[in-house]
């Protein structure tokens, strides 16, 4: 009865993929809601050609100084536009299983769902989009590629991975940012609860090679509240063995450490010019998305406009 | 610390819940999965040091919580001192009762408790204004001062008095005090009594009425009690085996303290330590030990058990005892009526009641003779000479006999057929106790016509153990009644009195049948009857053996068997004199001589002697008059000792104290130790001061640290 059993697990990643799918766009349509579509229009990286005008292109993108000299018109084509690679790199060690029980959903799962709404809002744009997994010291990987039917493949992917291990970044991000052959922006969806902060060499390799970084940190309300407040034994997802604690006593030591943490990634991220983004699985990715996005064009026009 | 109810120090044990709820509730811990516990784990290292202490500290407060409720629960006292004896500002009117009894000359800190008690009372005669009145009693030495305004003499009777060997009647001298107290008119009434409380003083007495003023008790024994090691006075049994005679010195040790402890003893007789032995005794128990002694002839020694620990009060630790060894006594029966068959003598039950040979062991070792045989007799080898119905053949043979008794030896003169009332006044007149007048055979009613009606003896003269010492078995025995014999036939004597001489025995009649003088250093005892059963039949009774037994052994002075009359320190002792005699002179073991007159109470020479007020041999002697003291034995040797209960340091308790005396306010003070300043000492005291207050007050700065300590370190 394998077949049967095959064909079962066959059909409830389907529908799982579907189920994705649809939380997925239901996050990219609900990041897009409050952005302004004009202020949409894919940023300029570098300009990379020309192509002759052909009726339904914008009219503001015609080169007009070229026009001047050979008298037809041509449009100007940027790097980003064409062709942005998006690498989604999501972490699935142990530590990102947590909650295992009593909430609706793990770390995972939520960066799951924010990693195929993403996936699915760059794909939308036209973007190539790859998808890193990283567990236990170890990449799973999809190349980067664009078109809708790509989000299948990927969702696909994400449906069948599961957090073990050790959060261990730094040589598998190393391994991977020497696959790329351009640019690209590479987003780190991760609880970064990586014990040797190995993971800021990498970025800064990354960064040094001119991909763009955005991090993306997942986290419980338990996890920044620290909400317990009976004796217990806490035990590590990553192997980290049990230690008896009296919680109370402990919590803002805990808080304190737990702040300083946020507080380095974020400079590492200003650093390497990196975005980084909270995200706490009690809220809805797509809110959060959004006002990410929104934060981002905002940063983008006033750069431009400089 | 004290404890009104120390029930509750169970509750100490709660002091262990937190300590299992801490453990319990490890035990409990569910176990949380969490992802961000390398944040946890760095949080626990940098904190580690900071919770353990707070962990700790509240473990401690919450467990000394627990533990301050259960003490305050047991109620803690203490004897707290506080100023004493608050006189009131009108007029007083105080007795002081100082306890002068033994177990008061014990010392504490290098002081004897008596000191400590005159300080005491001297402080409070100080603060006393003129018109106050104060009085004094000491209830061992039974002395007292009455109330008095003038306070001098008490002071002067207080630096005299010194503690004796005496028990204090305690109770009876507070009822004394009440007395004496009660006819004052002063508004403040108080009885001050300084005592070491010991229990033995307050048993064994009346209850008192209530009384309407204030009794303050000054405890001065302090806390500790001390240890303590006495002993009851010795028996002396004869052990005769078949070699020499011995006798068995029995000692019981007591133990008064509150552990068992090794009591090392040794025996002296005169100044030699003779053994030594040692007993384990137990706390509060006592154990017998005895000693071995070989009796000597004629032997007389004064003796002593004595304990060789040092101990609180070492003025117990000796029992005296005199040691007599009597020896054995020979008697040289003269027998008139001598024949070769035993049976046919005059002596032949005499013979037999001071020796009966197979029967018992006897003292006594009679030799008969026939008078002819006196003669060749060497008087020197006996102490009584027993002259059974002789003839008295000549004048040199009265000498002899009158030489014998001069010099110290005992006769027996018994009457009978061949004596001849005009010659043996002729010869023995001096010797005689009365002179001899008639034969009398005893009819009822008219003589001529009558029978023969016996006349038996005076039984009033029997029972009276101070009668005289040959009698004083009778004292005790039963079914031994002498005065069932019959007398028929007996000689009258004149009835003047003759100086020295008492009547032994008489009959119903009045008729004295033993009459006893005193000769030179002798004695002489002549019987009226005969001695056999030819005029009498006392012989066939058993009260025949005793009184002759007793008798021979009175005339050789070896009456008491082997030991002294033993007494107790404070006993009344009263003497009765022989009819001729007319002072006694008591010597005591320490040289100390006193010569008393008896007080002439209807005619008997009786002299009591008020109290024996220190342990120690007592050697009376009888005398006829002022004259000097013979050598030889005393007539009456007592060994007297102090009471062992007075040893026994062991307090009466503030509640029985308090049933005992009905007072309207009783107040049980101690003195001031830790002044140390003994002038002062008395004038704190201390009462029971209640402190659970301050264990609650000790709990509520728990609980506020409690609260304190969870709020700063987040513990639960």
Known sequence: MTWLRKKEEALEVISRVRELELKAREIAEGALIGLHHSRHRGSSIEFSEHKPYSPGDEIRLIDWKLFAKSDRFFIKQFEDETRIQSYLILDASGSMAYPEEGAKFSKFEYARFLTAGLAYLLLGQGDAVGLAIIRNGKLDWIPCRSGERHFMALAEFLTRAKPEGETRFGPVLFDLISRFKKKSLMVLISDFFDPEMEVEKSLKLARHRKNELAFFQVLTREEMEFPFSQLSWFEGLEGEGRILLEPAQLRRQYLKLIRAWQEKLKRIGQELLADYQLFRIDENPAQILSAYLLRRAQIARRARAR | ?716
């Open chain 2, 1 to 716: 610390m004290n404890f009104s109810s120390p029930i509750f120090l169970l509750g100490l044990l709660a002091m262990l819940v937190p300590l299992i709820i801490h453990l319990w509730r490890r035990r409990r811990a569910k176990v949380i999965r969490f992802g961000a516990i390398r944040f946890l784990l760095q949080s626990e290292k940098a904190t580690r040091r900071r919770r353990r202490f707070w962990e700790y500290l509240l473990l401690l407060v919450r467990m000394m919580a627990i533990g301050a409720v259960s003490l305050a629960l047991a109620r803690p006292y203490r004897m707290e001192s506080v100023p004493a004896l608050s006189l009131g500002a009108g007029q007083n009117a105080l007795v002081l009762i100082l306890d002068d009894s033994l177990s008061m000359q014990r010392d504490k800190a290098g002081r004897s408790l008596f000191d400590r008690a005159k300080a005491g009372a001297n402080s409070i005669l100080n603060q006393l204004s003129d018109y106050d009145y104060a009085g004094l009693i000491l209830p061992a030495s039974g002395q007292e001062i009455p109330l008095t305004k003038n306070h001098e003499p008490l002071r002067a009777k207080i630096e005299k008095t010194a503690p004796g060997f005496e028990k204090a009647r305690m109770l009876s001298w507070i009822g004394r005090a009440e007395q004496m107290i009660s006819k004052s008119e002063a508004q403040a009434r108080k009885i001050i009594v300084f005592t070491d409380l010991q229990k033995a003083s307050f048993s064994e007495e009346p209850a008192l009425e209530n009384f309407p003023g204030e009794i303050y008790f000054y405890d001065l024994s302090g806390e500790r009690l001390d240890s303590n090691y006495t002993l009851s006075p010795v028996e002396l049994n004869r052990i005769s085996g078949s070699g020499e005679e011995s006798v068995k010195v029995s000692a019981k040790v007591h133990n008064f303290s509150g552990q068992t402890a090794e009591v090392r003893l040794n025996l002296s007789l005169g100044n030699q330590v003779l053994a030594r032995g040692a007993s384990q005794i137990k706390s509060w128990a006592s154990a017998d030990k005895s000693f071995l002694v070989s009796l000597r002839e004629n032997f007389s020694a004064e003796g002593k058990v004595e304990i060789e620990n040092r101990d609180a009060l070492l003025l117990d630790n000796v029992s005296y005892f005199h040691l007599r060894g009597g020896g054995r006594v020979k008697a040289l029966i003269v027998d008139g009526n001598w024949s070769k068959e035993p049976l046919n003598r005059d002596s032949y039950f005499l013979e037999r009641a001071l020796n009966p040979r197979l029967y018992a062991l006897s003292r006594i070792d009679p030799e008969v003779v026939s008078e002819s045989g006196l003669a060749q007799t060497d008087l020197k080898n006996f102490q009584v000479l027993i002259l059974a119905n002789c003839r008295i053949l000549d004048q040199a043979e009265a000498d002899r006999i009158r030489n014998f008794v001069s010099t110290g030896g005992g006769l027996l003169i018994a009457l009978g057929n061949n004596v001849e009332a005009e010659h043996y006044n002729k010869l023995l007149r001096d010797l005689l106790p009365r002179e001899i007048r008639e034969l009398k055979i005893s009819f009822a009613g008219d003589e001529a016509k009558s029978e023969i009606q016996p006349l038996r003896l005076d039984s009033s003269f029997i029972g009276d153990p101070g009668r005289h010492p040959i009698l004083s078995a009778f004292a005790t025995a039963q079914g031994a009644d002498p005065s069932v014999a019959n007398f028929y036939k007996y000689f009258l004597f004149y009835q003047e009195l003759v100086p020295r001489s008492r009547v032994i025995l008489q009959l119903t009649d009045g008729t004295p049948v033993a009459v006893e003088k005193s000769f030179g250093s002798g004695i002489v005892i002549m019987l009226a009857s005969t001695i056999n059963q030819d005029w009498n039949d006392l012989c066939i009774y058993p009260s025949f053996l005793p009184i002759f037994y007793q008798a021979a052994l009175y005339l050789a002075r070896s009456l008491f068997d082997i030991g002294a009359q033993g007494a107790q320190v404070g006993d009344q002792i009263e003497l009765s004199l022989p009819g001729e005699k007319t002072s006694v002179l008591i010597r005591t073991s320490r040289g100390a001589e006193l010569r008393l007159s008896p007080e002439k109470e209807g005619g008997k020479g009786k002299i009591r002697i008020a109290r024996l007020t220190e342990p120690g041999i007592y050697y009376f002697w009888y005398l006829p008059g002022p004259e000097p003291r013979r050598e030889g034995n005393a007539d009456l040797i007592l060994a007297v000792n102090s009471d062992p209960a007075e040893s026994d340091f062991r307090k009466i308790s503030g509640k029985d104290l308090k049933k005992l005396i009905p007072a309207q306010e009783i107040y049980l003070q101690t003195e001031d130790g830790r002044k140390g300043r003994e002038e002062e000492g008395a004038k704190t005291s201390a009462v029971k001061k209640p402190y659970h207050h301050s264990f609650l007050l000790l709990l509520v700065i728990l609980l506020g640290l409690e609260m304190m300590i969870l709020t700063r370190s987040g513990l639960e």
